[in-house]
């Protein structure tokens, strides 16, 4: 396999291993336990796409100097020891004083870390074979979901073991966890040093770099791409960070389950990830996008339901359902939501104008989760209902509708998602078909999938599905 390919790939694996014990519900835990509110939550899931703002300074930066790996490196280096410094809190500071301590430890992190991603993109842009960007993306997050899956289900048992042997030290497990997840990230620059360097040209003369970031928006294709992406990640981050306060507090889930319940969604998002690829290559990213919006559309919806108005019979069911479906969902949608900013950005322009794409996207995906905890706290003592009644010989009722406190957001998000796939709509992309279409080839794959199931070899091969496609990746020459 090509050195590209292959320090790209390991830097995916350790990458993922890093914010599978880092980030994500573990995260959020963590901040619960320190006492975090709704808005606190909503702070802290505000704090990852703001801090992409720093990719203004790094496009000048890259602009004037053309010095992408060496920027990508440093940022990514600096990043993960401000990461590693967050296992100490549990120790230095009370929770209170410790909550605004992991704030700003998590902002320096984010900060660094957008420096470094600016380089990051634009050296793939020009690296990575243009092509087969959606198979090499899509084996990337599957060979990183294939090792985030078990690390994340084993710490998530782990914790809660630790938790009940010894209930007053279970800051110090949090703790433990950052130090392996930050050792693993620390590793992974070994990884990107072995990426061949792509160098780009210095531009002559001075960097003017605000006209060089309204260049994308002269564009006008680009420009609705622009508008899309931003409505979609304002909509989908309004609800998503409050999913696992959702579960550990008003279902009352232990970490395990949740974790379980993750683990469900992260293995129907690698089990897609290559079909997803292959139709991007094969159809187009925006067709792959406006069939996979509606499904995480209506899983987002279905969280409502997961309540009458406490946990009841059909509750892990559907939630189970409503994991697998966002993780097939978001399989296609970020893999395309990515590789589609990237094909039409020009070459040799990609800076400048996936700087563009990613601030406006930041801006949208940072206000959301912040509007979304003021909100969560808004409705916490609010109820809409409604409820079908019959009255006759007995009376009657069915209550058919329940929002409260979170389910709210999940409506408005809900809502906001059906306008932004309306701005999908006016993107042009070469090769785009229906949506139908894509889904019928989805669901055919599916179908010859299980239909293999009939005999041992092909039961075989589902179980190996994708793993063996991955391997074979990574051995290819």
């Known amino acids: 396999m090509e050195d590209r390919l292959r320090g790209f790939y390991l830097d995916g694996v350790a990458s993922q291993a890093m914010s599978s014990l880092t980030g994500g519900v573990f995260l959020a835990a963590f901040a619960l336990a320190l006492g975090a509110s709704n808005a606190a939550i909503g702070l802290l899931a505000a704090i990852p796409p703001l801090t992409q703002l720093t990719q203004v300074p790094a496009t000048w930066l890259i602009e004037r100097y053309g010095q992408r790996k060496r920027i990508a490196f440093l940022g990514a280096a600096l990043s993960r020891i401000f990461l590693l410094a967050v296992a100490a809190i549990p120790f230095l500071a009370s929770r209170g004083a410790g909550l605004a301590l992991l704030v700003f430890l998590l902002v320096m992190y984010g900060s660094l870390g957008a420096i470094g991603g600016c380089g990051w993109n634009s050296w793939m842009r020009d690296l990575l074979p243009e092509r087969r960007l959606g198979r090499v993306f899509g084996t990337r997050m599957a060979l990183a979901s294939a090792v985030g899956i078990p690390l994340s289900l084993g710490a998530g048992l782990a914790l809660d073991a630790w938790g009940a042997a010894h209930p007053e030290q279970k800051l110090a497990a949090y703790a433990a966890l950052f130090v392996a997840g930050c050792a693993i990230g620390l590793l992974g620059l070994l990884f990107i040093a072995i990426i061949p360097d792509c160098p780009m040209a210095p531009r002559e003369g001075k960097v003017r770099l605000l006209r060089r970031l309204r260049e994308p928006l002269a564009d006008a294709n680009f420009r609705n791409l622009l508008r899309f992406s931003a409505s979609w990640n304002f909509a989908t981050n309004l609800a998503a960070p409050f999913f696992t306060v959702y579960m550990l507090s008003r279902l009352g889930l232990s970490l395990s389950w949740v974790m379980g319940l ?10 897609s990830l290559r079909l997803w690829g292959k139709f991007a290559d094969r159809f187009s990213n925006k067709s792959v996008i406006a069939a996979c919006g509606p499904l995480f559309l209506v899983a987002i919806l279905l969280w409502t339901f997961t309540t009458r108005p406490g946990p009841y019979a059909l509750t892990l069911p559907l939630l189970f359902a409503i994991h697998v479906m966002m993780g097939v969902a978001t399989a296609g949608v970020n893999l395309a939501l990515g590789n589609i900013a990237l094909k039409l950005a020009p070459r040799g322009e990609a800076t400048a104008y996936l700087a563009t794409n990613g601030i406006l996207v930041s801006l949208a995906a940072g206000v959301a989760p912040l509007l979304g905890g003021l909100l ?3 409705f916490s003592g609010r109820e809409l209902a409604l ?8 009376v009657l009722s069915l209550q058919a509708l ?7 957001l999940f409506l408005f998000a809900f809502l906001l998602g059906l306008y932004s796939l309306h701005r999908l709509s006016l993107v042009v992309e070469e090769g785009e078909v229906t949506e139908r279409i894509v889904v019928e080839e989805f669901l055919s794959e599916v179908r010859r999938g299980l239909r293999s199931l009939s005999s041992v070899a092909g039961l075989q091969g589902m179980i190996a599905f994708p793993f063996v496609s991955v391997m074979a990746a990574l051995k290819k020459k």
């Open 376 to 378: 969560a706290d808004l």
């Open 387 to 394: 409820t079908l009644s019959w009255t006759g010989a007995r």
């Open 402 to 408: 329940r929002f409260t406190q979170l389910d709210f």
């Open 262 to 271: 993750t683990v469900a969604g992260q293995v129907a998002n690698l089990a």
